[in-house]
C-alpha cells in the first residue's frame, strides 16, 4: 500500500496524479487532464486530452468550442478505465448537470476528488452518490456555520407569490449561466409556473443544451439585443451582472431578485440592491460538508476552495486529520 500523498498531490497547475500522469481540473493547459465538471474555472481549454462525463464534454464544447481540446474522452457514470497504472471511475457530484467526482484506485488505496458538490435534491442532475474511501477531497465554498441553504422549492415558492402579488412588475433575477439558470426553469415548472420565460440572451447557449440533453424547461425566450419590450409581469433571468448594468434598464418597474448560496448574507443582498434575495445554492452548506466528510469514512480530508481555514478547524475539533491545498485559482463561479 501506498500513501495517497505518494501518488496525488496539488502543484501549480492543481491535483496531480503520478501513476496516471494527469491532472484533476487543471488550472493551466495540460497534456492530461480530468475534469469534474463544466465551470469555467474547473473546465478550461487549452488541454491535449479531456477526460469527463459525456455531458461536462457538451458543455465545453458549447462553451470553448470543438477545439477546446485535443482528444475529448467520454467515460460514463459508474464505468471504470485504466490509464496508466490507476483505476478511474466518474460518479454523480449533484453540483450541475454531467457534474463528477473522481474516484482513484492505485496500490490499494482510494481518493476522490469531489470537485463541487451539494446533496440537497436537483431535478436536473443526478444525485451525489456516496463513495467510502482513505483520501476525500472537498471544496468549502460554503464552510461555515452561517451557511445553512434553504430548500430549493421553498424559494422558488416565494419568487413564485412575489410576481402573484405584483403582477404589474417585471421580475428580473440573477442567476448564473451554467446550472442555476436551468435549476430555477425546472423548479419553477414544477411549481406550476407556465408563462413563458425570458432569458437574457448570455443564458440561451447553455439552456438550449440541457434541453438537447433531454431536460424540459418549458417555454424559453431570448431577449435579443434589438429587443425594447418591457416585459412587465413577466419573469426575465439574467446573469448576475446585468442586473445592475445598462441592460435592465429597459425594464421600468422591476423587482430585482438573485438566486445565490450568498444571499444567506442579508449585507450581500442590500449592497447589490436585491429586493428578493432567493438562498438557492448548488453547493454543500456547511452542515451537508461536514456530514458528507464524515460519512465517506476518509482518514484524510483535503480542502481544495473556499473557506478551507474554518473547515479545517472543525474537522480538527472533530479529531480528524484535515489540511488545506491552497489551490488558487477556483472560484465560486457558479454559488
Ligand atoms: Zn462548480
Ligand atoms: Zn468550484
New binding site residues.
Given amino acids: 500500500m501506498a500513501a495517497v500523498e505518494t501518488w496525488l498531490y496539488p502543484t501549480p497547475c492543481g491535483l496531480f496524479c503520478e501513476p496516471g500522469g494527469f491532472y484533476i481540473d487543471p488550472l493551466r493547459p495540460a497534456e492530461r487532464a480530468v475534469v469534474t465538471h463544466g465551470?469555467s474555472?474547473?473546465a478550461r481549454p487549452g488541454h491535449g486530452a479531456v477526460l469527463a462525463t459525456p455531458e461536462t464534454l457538451e458543455i465545453v464544447r458549447v462553451r470553448y468550442g470543438g477545439g477546446a481540446a485535443g482528444i475529448f474522452q467520454p467515460l460514463r457514470y459508474g464505468e471504470t478505465v485504466r490509464i496508466g497504472a490507476v483505476d478511474v471511475r466518474l460518479v454523480p457530484a449533484g453540483h450541475i448537470l454531467g457534474s463528477a467526482q473522481v474516484v482513484l484506485e492505485h496500490a490499494g488505496q482510494r481518493a476522490v476528488i469531489s470537485g463541487?458538490y451539494k446533496r440537497a435534491p436537483d431535478p436536473t442532475c443526478a444525485p451525489f452518490e456516496l463513495i467510502s474511501c482513505n483520501v476525500f477531497v472537498t471544496?468549502a465554498?460554503f464552510a461555515l456555520p452561517v451557511f445553512r441553504h434553504e430548500p430549493a422549492e421553498k424559494e422558488v415558492l416565494r419568487l413564485l407569490e412575489s410576481i402573484r402579488r405584483q403582477p404589474t412588475r417585471t421580475h428580473l433575477l440573477g442567476v448564473y449561466g451554467l446550472g442555476k439558470c436551468q435549476r430555477i426553469l425546472k423548479l419553477v415548472r414544477e411549481a406550476g409556473y407556465d408563462r413563458p420565460v425570458y432569458l437574457h440572451g448570455a443564458l440561451v447557449g447553455l439552456t438550449t443544451l440541457y434541453q438537447h440533453l433531454g431536460q424540459d424547461l418549458g417555454e424559453v425566450r431570448a431577449i435579443e439585443p434589438e429587443t425594447k419590450a418591457d416585459l412587465p409581469g413577466e419573469l426575465v433571468l439574467c446573469p448576475p451582472s446585468a442586473l445592475s448594468d445598462r441592460w435592465s434598464r429597459r425594464f421600468t418597474d422591476s423587482v430585482t431578485a438573485f438566486a445565490s448560496g450568498w444571499m444567506r448574507v442579508r449585507g450581500r443582498a442590500r449592497q447589490r440592491g436585491i429586493e428578493l434575495p432567493l438562498v438557492v445554492s448548488d453547493h454543500a452548506d456547511w452542515s451537508e460538508l461536514l456530514d458528507t466528510i464524515v460519512a465517506t469514512g476518509a482518514e484524510d480530508v483535503w480542502v481544495t476552495?473556499g473557506r478551507d481555514d474554518a473547515l479545517v478547524h472543525q474537522l480538527g475539533l472533530m479529531g480528524r486529520r484535515a489540511r488545506a491545498l491552497h489551490l488558487v485559482g477556483?472560484?465560486?463561479?457558479a454559488d
Avoid: I, L
Fill in positions: 465551470h474555472d474547473h463541487d471544496e465554498t476552495h477556483y472560484e465560486d463561479e
